[in-house]
């Protein structure tokens, strides 16, 4: 953890002025987890790829009441789900939230999550852009 905070420092500082192209950001790989039977909570993962070093420091997502960021790590060998400030984003490199790794974590499930919906997602930088990405609930 402490490893990788100071990884993501150092590819900040080192990071150069790259060409001027249109921003075309991208996201692959999304989607909401479908909840067990009875959970109150779920996970969302994504990929998104930015043209400028940003971090991503917030998400909210249509008919959940909180999204929290977390990161997993391994502490003896036990994973816990640590919830963090934001993550770190490179220009040009993918942020992967994936299960096992990185994730947004779903807390008050206000409207059910059905396999095969999809919900509206804003992702919120620390430069202040914004972003709306579409998650489709699946198991994967
Ligand atoms: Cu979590």
């Known amino acids: 953890m ?6 993501s420092l150092f590819l900040l500082a080192v ?10 950001p991208e996201e692959t790989n999304a ?5 067990a039977q009875g ?3 779920s996970a969302a993962y994504f990929t998104v790829t930015r043209e400028t070093d940003d971090e991503l420091i ?6 959940i009441g909180r999204v929290e960021l977390h990161t997993v790590t391994d502490d003896d060998g036990v994973k816990r789900m640590r919830m963090v400030e934001g993550y770190a984003v490179k220009a040009g490199k993918p942020l992967v939230l994936k299960p096992g790794g990185n994730h947004l974590m779903l ?3 206000e409207k059910p999550l059905q396999a095969g919906e999809s919900r509206e997602a804003t992702l919120t930088f ?4 914004t972003e709306l990405i579409s998650l489709p609930v699946g198991q994967q």
Do not use: D, H, K, Y
């Open 39 to 41: 959970a109150m909570m």
């Open 107 to 109: 807390f008050e499930i």
């Open 15 to 24: 990071a150069a002025c790259g060409g001027s192209s249109t921003p075309e």
């Open 58 to 63: 917030a998400a909210s997502i249509e008919g």
């Open 31 to 35: 989607f909401i987890r479908v909840p």
């Open 126 to 129: 620390a430069s202040g852009a």
């Open 2 to 7: 402490r490893l990788a905070a100071l990884s």
